[in-house]
């Protein structure tokens, strides 16, 4: 099993910034990837971001490109997402995610973490 808290979310302004954390306990490891993803009202959960532990290989998804990094800290067992130039279309829950790597769907969720951008 895999338990997932994310953190990090609040209340930004147009064109600010936030760092989420995920942070992972139980099963993690090498053979996992972790991802990032979003869901704002009205819409469907989207995925933002991810990565794979063994090798940093990373994705994004195109309307975050160039103003979101995911990182991972493998001994604290952590990912981040860092968030900047937010706009105010980033308006959502976020959502931290986890599995396997040559699995097609993910396993393991976050409660998730509001990230709300002003205009």
């Known amino acids: 099993q895999v338990q997932l808290v994310e953190s990090g979310g609040g209340l930004v302004q147009d064109g600010g910034s936030l760092r989420l954390s995920c942070a992972a306990s139980?099963?993690?490891?090498?053979?996992?990837?972790m991802g990032w993803f979003r869901q704002a009202p009205g819409k469907e959960r989207e995925l933002v971001s991810s990565i794979r532990w063994s090798d940093r290989s990373t994705y994004y998804a195109d309307s975050v490109k160039g103003r979101f990094t995911i990182s991972r800290d493998n001994a604290r067992d952590t990912v981040y997402l860092q968030m900047n130039s937010l706009k105010p279309e980033d308006t959502a829950v976020y959502y931290c995610?986890?599995?396997?790597?040559?699995?097609?769907?993910?396993?393991?969720w976050g409660q998730g973490t509001q990230v709300t951008v002003s205009s």
């Open positions: 995610a986890a599995k396997r790597t040559w699995e097609t769907r993910y396993d393991y």
């Open positions: 139980g099963r993690t490891g090498s053979t996992y990837t």
